[in-house]
């Protein structure tokens, strides 16, 4: 018997239905397309700054897209994109609202996690009357945002930010030196050569600002840990600290490890026994030889 014809897309003897079908194809694959570049052509057009009224342009093509039935993961871009103007403007219930819609639209899109993150975590003084701000979603957005884009340095600073929003400083500096190693050995081609050393230096600059906030914010009484983050901050090759700065912090360890050592002393009553001085000599080994001691130590 001979075989059937099954290309039957311009074959003059297609039956009326496989015709009917075939055009309902057509239709869906045009619009998705148009929609779809609709979708591309306005999110550029708002991230290159080229309107006037950029949430008026966003709100008008999604309503268009929305009437016209659209259903495209891409939309969640500018779903994300009205999220972050209506937040800057301090239109915290639209901000979320928008925000939900496209991570409804599509959950792993690294710009919609984004968006949730800002909104759930920010500390900013401007956004004091923000009623989303919930460090437990926070954390949620931010580990699921990392956990899908282990590989992109733009979404391991987002989460970098976060962390340390939310006081996480190890994870914030663990995410960053990540960035910061992945940019410099990558060929990225969505970055040109300007952007990728501009990029690097704003990791480089978070990174020590990170270190900082991280001993800024220690419990004054926890003196080991503060050595340790004083210590860390100084051997962070990239931290920019001006000889005074660094004077001032190498000092502050020295003084913090002659109170803990002038603790041991007073309460033995210079009856130190093995163990005690175990301690202190696991304290006094702590400190790399980069940073000097003075004689007394």
């Given at each position: 018997?001979?075989?059937?014809?099954?290309?039957?897309?311009?074959?003059?003897?297609?039956?009326?239905?496989?015709?009917?079908?075939?055009?309902?194809?057509?239709?869906?694959?045009?619009?998705?397309?148009?929609?779809?570049?609709?979708?591309?052509?306005?999110?550029?057009?708002?991230?290159?700054?080229?309107?006037?009224?950029?949430?008026?342009?966003?709100?008008?093509?999604?309503?268009?897209?929305?009437?016209?039935?659209?259903?495209?993961?891409?939309?969640?871009?500018?779903?994300?994109?009205?999220?972050?103007?209506?937040?800057?403007?301090?239109?915290?219930?639209?901000?979320?609202?928008?925000?939900?819609?496209?991570?409804?639209?599509?959950?792993?899109?690294?710009?919609?996690?984004?968006?949730?993150?800002?909104?759930?975590?920010?500390?900013?003084?401007?956004?004091?009357?923000?009623?989303?701000?919930?460090?437990?979603?926070?954390?949620?957005?931010?580990?699921?945002?990392?956990?899908?884009?282990?590989?992109?340095?733009?979404?391991?600073?987002?989460?970098?930010?976060?962390?340390?929003?939310?006081?996480?400083?190890?994870?914030?500096?663990?995410?960053?030196?990540?960035?910061?190693?992945?940019?410099?050995?990558?060929?990225?081609?969505?970055?040109?050569?300007?952007?990728?050393?501009?990029?690097?230096?704003?990791?480089?600059?978070?990174?020590?600002?990170?270190?900082?906030?991280?001993?800024?914010?220690?419990?004054?009484?926890?003196?080991?840990?503060?050595?340790?983050?004083?210590?860390?901050?100084?051997?962070?090759?990239?931290?920019?600290?001006?000889?005074?700065?660094?004077?001032?912090?190498?000092?502050?360890?020295?003084?913090?490890?002659?109170?803990?050592?002038?603790?041991?002393?007073?309460?033995?009553?210079?009856?130190?026994?093995?163990?005690?001085?175990?301690?202190?000599?696991?304290?006094?080994?702590?400190?790399?030889?980069?940073?000097?001691?003075?004689?007394k130590l």
């Open positions: 018997q001979k075989p059937k014809n099954f290309l039957f897309l311009h074959h003059p003897q297609t039956p009326s239905h496989h015709k009917k079908t075939i055009n309902q194809i057509i239709y869906i694959m045009t619009h998705w397309e148009r929609h779809r570049k609709l979708v591309i052509d306005t999110y550029e057009t708002v991230t290159k700054y080229r309107c006037d009224d950029p949430i008026e342009l966003l709100q008008s093509t999604l309503l268009r897209l929305n009437k016209e039935g659209a259903n495209i993961a891409e939309m969640s871009l500018l779903y994300s994109l009205e999220s972050d103007l209506l937040f800057e403007n301090g239109l915290f219930e639209q901000s979320y609202k928008y925000a939900m819609d496209g991570y409804h639209l599509d959950s792993e899109r690294k710009e919609v996690l984004q968006s949730l993150m800002t909104i759930h975590s920010s500390s900013d003084s401007n956004y004091n009357d923000n009623p989303y701000e919930d460090d437990e979603k926070a954390k949620e957005y931010c580990i699921k945002l990392e956990d899908l884009y282990p590989s992109d340095c733009n979404a391991l600073f987002s989460c970098s930010q976060c962390y340390s929003t939310l006081g996480l400083y190890d994870d914030a500096l663990r995410v960053l030196k990540q960035a910061f190693f992945k940019m410099k050995k990558s060929n990225n081609n969505n970055y040109r050569r300007e952007e990728k050393q501009e990029f690097i230096e704003e990791i480089k600059k978070s990174i020590t600002q990170t270190y900082i906030d991280r001993y800024s914010n220690c419990n004054n009484e926890a003196h080991e840990l503060i050595i340790k983050y004083l210590i860390e901050l100084i051997e962070w090759k990239h931290n920019n600290l001006n000889e005074s700065n660094l004077k001032t912090c190498i000092e502050e360890i020295w003084e913090r490890i002659e109170y803990i050592l002038g603790k041991y002393i007073d309460q033995k009553e210079n009856n130190i026994d093995d163990c005690d001085w175990n301690q202190i000599w696991k304290l006094l080994c702590f400190i790399p030889c980069s940073i000097p001691l003075p004689i």
